[in-house]
């Protein structure tokens, strides 16, 4: 078996690749046209029936014995299921299959299936060890259909997922309906962006062989992307030549916002911070460190603005806004001067400079004029091209539509970040990469990425239990996610 040729590669430890359907078709057409018939599907089968038996092992101990189920669609991954089953056999498991659409299933791989003793079944056993979800592939769109949302809705046993779990729509992420919920997904040739959008349990990837064009539409980082780029100073810097960052934000009702801003900043890069506005006692009474004045005139000179946490949506707020967006410095935009933005997007279009906007879906439908949608991705990306700025769509998924083109997905695990104020620690970061000379893509995608990172060891300290985690704790905790990259 080992001359089929395939490898496993687990997803973490180097920048994510997620590529469209239609680019791993085309990928995967001149390797059909070279090899012979069927030959690509049982390389694929063979990695998936390896990453199936490692779970298998992990989860009960063995597989000679133990109990597998093909659900199995008329497609290819029907067949990709059916092939694995086959090979998990021949190492001793007793395997089964359910056949959505008998009439077309794939032919050679079922003729192998019940030559390895192989059983056709109706439903799922109830002694089942483990499913293998072959019902679609990257092709299908929409949710589960009836007589496959049945199949499932029975089953307790944990599922193993042929390339997405079915009815998750492979560009989007949506599961608009009835879908499979997946410990693990095993992708074949390279992950879609279904694999960074939606819930796929834990993501193996399949290398077959695939010639795929790099980079790809849409990027991942993981912690090793983020350490390379994170700004060390040298031996040469002084505290002005490592960034300055400047900061409009807070008021008179959300000074808090203003503290948790100008404080991220302080955490996530050497250098230097400055505040303009009216909580500058409050800001310094947290941080000393920070160099305050009562307005951004009179603030100095810095290498990237940070605006709107707080700032209010009055003449003072607007005044802000435009005089940070009328500089030829980045500007990160955030909270309340996205929703000044909206009123006159002009400001933006207009200008030379990056500009990182950080909306939330609500944020975002005031500066678009429409919700996000299903397709978060697509709706971030037309913002970007729009208005020539730098989109980060906050989410569980964060998602980052740079004004060069490229795009980021930062699925973060979990939704601890979700808590008031914690927009204002995200800007704060993105400010300081930003004056550190970071691209504003690059910086945004770091930052959600650290972000994320220090919501979880908040929620974890202390004690292995999850704790109420707020923007105060997740802020206390930046230095840390840095320092674990």
């Known amino acids: 078996m080992p001359t089929l040729g395939a490898r496993i590669c687990v997803t973490f430890g180097a920048m994510r690749h997620y590529y469209t359907a239609e680019q791993i078709r085309a990928a995967e057409a001149p390797l059909l ?76 791989a079922l003729a192998a299936f019940r030559k390895s003793g192989g059983r056709i079944v109706q439903t799922i056993p109830p002694a089942t060890d483990l499913v293998i979800d072959g019902v679609v592939g990257i092709g299908a769109t929409g949710p589960l259909r009836p007589n496959a949302a049945a199949v499932f809705e029975a089953n307790t046993a944990p599922v193993v997922a042929v390339d997405i779990p079915s009815g998750i729509d492979v560009q989007t992420g949506a599961a608009d309906g009835p879908h499979v919920h997946a410990a693990l997904t095993v992708t074949l040739g390279g992950l879609k962006p279904v694999h960074g959008l ?7 990837l399949i290398d077959i062989g695939l010639d795929l064009p790099a980079p790809a539409e849409y990027l991942g980082f993981d912690a090793h992307d983020v350490y390379t780029r994170w700004p060390v100073p040298r031996p040469t810097d002084d505290k002005y030549s490592q960034g300055v960052k400047g900061i409009l934000a ?6 808090g916002a203003a503290i948790l801003s100008a404080g991220a900043a302080v955490a996530a890069t050497s250098g230097m ?35 709107g946490p707080g700032l209010g949506i009055d003449t003072a707020g607007d005044d802000a806004l435009r005089f940070a967006l009328a500089t030829d410095l980045p500007v990160i935009v955030d909270a309340d001067a996205l929703t000044l933005l909206a009123a006159d997007l002009d400001l933006v279009t207009d200008r030379t400079a990056p500009t990182v906007l950080t909306p939330h879906a609500g944020e975002f439908a005031r500066l678009a004029g429409h919700p996000p949608g299903a397709d978060r991705v697509a709706a971030a990306r037309e913002l970007a091209d729009r208005l020539k700025a730098t989109v980060l769509l906050k989410g569980n998924v964060t998602v980052i539509a740079d004004a060069d083109g490229q795009t980021y997905l930062n699925p973060a695990g979990q939704s ?6 914690s927009g204002d620690v995200l800007s704060g970061i993105i400010g300081a990469l930003l004056a550190s000379g970071v691209a504003p893509g690059e910086a945004a995608a770091m930052a959600a990425f650290v972000h994320a990172r220090a919501a979880g060891l908040a929620a974890a300290d202390p004690g292995p239990r999850p704790a109420p985690t707020s923007a105060h704790r997740i802020l206390a905790h930046v230095r840390a996610a840095i320092a674990s990259l």
């Open 33 to 108: 046209a070279a090899l012979p018939d069927g030959v690509l599907m049982r390389r694929a089968a063979y990695g998936l029936s390896t990453a199936i038996a490692k779970e298998l092992q992990a989860r009960t101990g063995g597989i000679a014995g133990r109990q597998v189920c093909a659900v199995v669609g008329s497609g290819d991954n029907g067949g990709d299921a059916l092939w694995a089953a086959t090979f998990l056999r021949r190492r001793g498991a007793a395997a089964t299959a359910v056949l959505l659409n008998p009439d077309r299933t794939h032919v050679k």
């Open 198 to 204: 939606a819930d796929c349990g834990r993501i193996e």
């Open 250 to 255: 807070g008021s008179a009702s959300y000074p």
């Open 273 to 307: 911070v400055r505040y303009a506005g009216t909580a500058h006692a409050e800001v310094v009474s947290h941080w000393p460190e920070v160099v305050v004045a009562s307005d951004a005139t009179a603030a100095g000179r810095v290498q990237a603005w940070v605006v």
């Open 416 to 421: 601890w970040a979700a808590t008031a104020g």
